[in-house]
Every structure is written in C-alpha cells, then in structure tokens.
C-alpha cells in the first residue's frame, strides 16, 4: 500500500526529457503500488470475512467461501492474486532500497517493519496449500486446514500473526491513502470501527472453529487421522514434506532478497559518501556529508537534525526554508513548486525551501524555523502538522454575537447563561444541519467549516449559505421566542468566504475535533467585524457568492480593503430575505 515514505523516493530533479521520465516513472510506480495494494486488502478481506462465519461453524466457513473465496481461486483471480502479490512485494523493497534514509514516523516504521514479516507468514500457509493443491493434488478443505493449524503451537501462533500483521499493514497504507481527500474527515470514524470489526470478527470466527475442531477430536479419536493431510508413511506424507521443503526454501530465499536489499543500501550508501557526495554545513559548526541526490531537509533528517516540516516535505509551505551562507551557485534553480511558495512568501533574498533543493556542491546553511528536538508531556498536537494534513477549499463561516457584553449587565450569571446556551444552539444546529463542523466556540463567536467534496462541485458553498440563511432566521425565530427576557433582541454578525485551508484533527484525552488553519477562517473573521461599520448582517466574498450564484455576483461586489490585506471584493446583506432570494434563484 501507498505511505508517507512515497515522497522520500522521488527522483533528484533532472532537466528537461531526463527528469520528466523520471517523474512519470515514479507515477507508475506509485499507481502499481496503490492498485496491487488494493487487490491485496481486497483478498484479505474476504479472507477474514469468512474466518468470521467460523462462528457458526466450520460448516459454514466452507459454504461461505464458496462466494467470498471462490472468485479468487479461478485462473483469472489466481493470476491476479500472485501477481499482485508478487508485485506489490517487488516494489516494496525497490522502494526500501531508494530510501535515501531509514528515519520514519512511527507509522511508516510499523507499516515496513510489517510489510516485511508478511511474506514470511504468507508463505508457509497460503503458499503451501496452493502447491499441494497444484503440484502434489493434496486434498484441503476448512476442516483440514483448520485441523493441521491447531495441532501445530507455530501454525497457530504463525496464523494469528499473519491476520494481524496483514490487517494492520494495509490499513496503514489505505489511511495513508485515504487521508488527503476531501471527505475522509468525516469517514475517518465509520472506517475505524469497520477497520476494528473485520480483525476481530476474524479473530473470533477463526478461534471458535478451532475450539470446536479440538472438542470433535477429543469425542472422536479416530477424527484426526482422518483429517490428516499427509500421514507419515504413505504418499501424501512424502507429497507434504515435498511442500514443507519447497515452502522453506522459498521463504529463505526471501529473508535473503531482504538482506540483499538493506546491503546494496550500504554499498550505495559508503559509495555515494565516498565518490559522489556534498557536504551541508548548519549552525553552531556540525557538517553532514550526504550524496549529492539528497535534499537539505533530507539531510537534516538523516543526521538527526532537527529541522521544521509542517507540510511533510511537499513545497506546500515554508516551514522548513533555509537561509544559504555558502554555496548559493552550487544550487540549481528553484523548481515550479518552490518558486509558487517562495513567491508567496515575497522571495526573500537567499533563501531556499529544504525540502526541494538538491546541493550538487557544498554549502553552508541556516534553518529559519526553529523545530524543538524533544516532545513536550502532555502536548497536544495539530495531526495536520504531524502527519502532513490535508489542503483543500473550504468555506468558513464565522458568527459573532454584537453587544454581548450588555446582554450579561444587570442579569443573574444563570439567567445569562439561559440566553448564551439557546444563541449556541440555533448556531451549531443551523450549521451541523447543512453538514458543517463547528471548530471552534470562543465565548458568543463560532466559527465553522464546510468541505468541499469530489464529484459535488460547490455544494460546500452551498451548505455554507445555506447554514447562514437557517442561523439568520433561528435568532430572528429566537428573538421572538424569549423577547420576554430580552430588553432589545439579539443582533449577530456573519462573515463568509472560500478558500484554500490545511484540515487536520486535535486529539486530546482520547477526543479529537476537527480543525482547519489558513488565511480563509481569518478574512472571514475580519468580515464579520466589518459588518457593524457596513451597517449590514453578512458580509461574503465574491469568490464565495460566484460559487452558488454565478450570474450577478461580480455586479453586486463592492471593494473592501483590510488592515494588511490586499483590497477584496465583498457582497453585504442586510435582511435574511436577500439571502432567501439568492439560494432560490440559485436552485432554479
């Protein structure tokens, strides 16, 4: 399956036709990678599915394999199986041999350090039932092969390992997958619980039909020379121990490719420093020699420096730039990616972005982010800054509560509070209803976020509108409701706008909530505070209205000019109407 560790593999930059192929080489590779990966947890799945029905009996475990396994087991599947599986081995030690570095987070190590093992485990029982069935026509059925694992300690401990250590390997590599789209905030919890049920459905199924097994053959003695593969002795035992040796040899020949694969490290590795290496000098006199294909945040990483990376070392921010002292012409030029990012930051003078520079002579550098080298107890961590996160548009509403410092004069602390919980309410409704998050509540101000999602162009703007419309029309419904205990009715302000936002979840005490950091939740704080002076309710972008109403927006906007910020185009509503008429006219 695909992992973080894929952008530590991607190919010095190369000019012109050579570093073109190159990229599309990496592609492929990566594609292969994901679609081998997926087939194989799509097997597993069913594999474990039909442990699962070992709760009712092995019987049934038999039956069901007739659906979930048969498919599998035709010339089509077969082939699709040992390719991929074959394939999927083959490009996960190409890919640890282009590590240019064996430091990890601890998801990639565990997601190696499994994906290794699996073969070993795979081999002896997948691997030998399909060459006695093929080769030697031994018979294997569920009874059969439940019976030969239960009488062995090692097949039994070698099979629980083997669903575990698949199961967790793919589900890595699928959230590492996964976690960039837009939707899987929102999935992330029903596909735990689903990636939690299969193992341990499994788990129970597999360990049920084996207790029954073992209460069959102890009321039947004679049961198990019945269900013996291979007796010694006879035909089928010399086929069995034919499979046993082959299945050994082949599961050899892997821990050698392995050891031949971490020694063909070294050798490039002790060449590379000895022939072809740069050397990075840093702050306070400490050098790092490298190859010359490495980055300097690559070399930092694999000499133990520590040097900042929010965005994982994608050119998506500026976290890890560098100040060059030395050596600035041994640089090549920045590339597209570092130029856009670079030009974001106003282009200071020599710097460079680490993780996209590839020193072809020495240099001498300065790392302008300072990254703490030891982790804080108790710390809570934004995951996007942990794990990389995920961009994409999002649509930010924030609500502000005018004059709440008035509502609580003269007022019992409860009776205040009555008031501020039923305010809360129809905001997190309104924007919960239209499948918004709320992020954020900071005394009477809320601020909320809608996320685009694949295949349904603008319907997060849509929802942001909408939430703004139902939160507008729940105070006026409010007012009217407890105007008993009010001496003049709630008046809020809204601010509305899209853009691009980096969303990542806050854990904390086994909680987590999701959160979005960017310039698109400030400008719509800074709109809301500007509808007090506009004398109006709401205050949206331009880019936000054209998203839901294309026609008539950009005639509608009026120039707004923030504190720091460069002149935008704003639309103001003063009544919940204009917004009724605008989401109508946008739905014909």
């Not at 987070?105 to 006695?132: N, Y």
């Not at 080769?135 to 019976?147: E, K, S, T």
């Not at 921010?317 to 002292?325: E, H, N």
């Amino acid at each position: 399956m695909p992992s973080a560790s894929d952008r530590d593999l991607s190919p010095p930059t190369v000019p012109h036709r050579d570093g073109a192929v190159a990229r599309d080489r990496t592609r492929i590779m990566r594609g292969l990678r994901l679609a081998t990966g997926l087939i194989l947890v799509a097997v597993a799945t069913c594999h474990l599915l039909n442990h699962a029905f070992g709760v009712r009996s092995i019987g049934a475990m038999q039956a069901a394999s007739e659906v979930l396994l048969a498919p599998w087991q035709t010339t089509p599947g077969l082939w699709l199986l040992y390719g991929a599986f074959i394939t999927h081995a083959t490009l996960g030690l190409m890919a640890l041999y282009r590590r240019r570095h064996l430091r990890m987070p601890a998801a990639e190590a565990w997601q190696l350090a499994l994906g290794l093992c699996i073969p070993l485990l795979v081999i002896p029982h997948a691997g030998g039932i399909r060459i006695g069935q093929s080769i030697y026509g031994l018979d294997y059925n569920f009874a059969r092969v439940v019976h030969a694992i239960w009488d062995s300690y090692v097949s039994l401990a070698r099979q629980y390992s083997l669903i575990l250590v698949m199961w967790v390997h793919g589900c890595i590599g699928l959230r590492a997958w996964l976690a960039a789209k837009p939707w899987y905030p929102r999935a992330a919890a029903a596909l735990a619980s689903l990636a939690l049920l299969v193992p341990v459905l499994a788990l129970i199924g597999f360990t049920n039909a084996g207790l029954d097994m073992t209460d069959a053959v102890q009321r039947d003695p004679g049961l198990a020379a019945r269900l013996a593969v291979g007796p010694p002795g006879t035909a089928a035992g010399a086929h069995l121990q034919a499979v046993q040796h082959i299945t050994g040899l082949m599961s050899w020949s892997y821990v050698g490719l392995v050891a031949a694969t971490f020694a063909l490290r070294f050798a490039r590795d002790w060449h590379a420093r000895r022939f072809r290496a740069v050397r990075i000098g840093y702050p306070g006199g400490r050098a790092v020699t490298v190859p010359l294909d490495f980055t300097i945040l690559e070399a930092s990483r694999w000499a133990a420096i520590p040097h900042a990376s929010v965005c994982g070392g994608k050119g998506r921010c500026s976290t890890c730039r560098v100040r060059i002292l030395e050596g600035a012409n041994e640089l090549p030029p920045p590339a597209d990616i570092e130029s856009r990012t670079l030009a974001r930051i106003g282009h200071p003078l020599n710097v460079r972005l680490a993780c996209q520079v590839r020193p072809t002579g020495d240099v001498r550098v300065e790392p302008l982010v300072r990254a703490s080298d030891t982790a804080l107890s108790g710390a809570v961590r934004f995951e996007a800054a942990a794990a990389g996160g995920a961009e994409m548009e999002v649509a930010a509403l924030f609500v502000d509560l005018r004059e709440s410092t008035r509502l609580a004069a003269g007022r019992l602390p409860y009776d205040t509070l009555f008031i501020f919980d039923r305010y809360i309410q129809v905001i997190t409704s309104a924007v919960r209803h239209n499948r918004g998050h709320v992020t954020s509540i900071a005394g009477d101000g809320v601020m909320a976020m809608f996320i685009d999602s694949p295949g349904k162009t603008a319907q997060f703007a849509r929802d942001a509108f909408a939430a703004a419309l139902d939160l507008w029309q729940g105070i006026d419904a409010l007012n009217r409701e407890i105007a008993a205990e009010l001496r003049q009715p709630l008046r809020i302000g809204i601010g509305l706008h899209v853009g691009p936002a980096v969303v990542g979840t806050i854990a904390a005490a086994g909680l987590s909530s999701l959160q979005f950091l960017g310039d698109t939740g400030n400008l719509a704080a800074k709109f809301q505070s500007e509808t007090r002076r506009l004398d109006c309710t709401l205050v949206v972008s331009a880019r936000a209205l054209a998203l839901v109403a294309p026609v008539g927006a950009e005639r509608r906007a009026v120039p707004l000019t923030l504190a720091g910020e460069r002149e935008l185009q704003v639309v103001t509503m003063r009544a919940p109407d204009e917004l009724q008429r605008l989401l109508a006219q946008a739905m014909t």
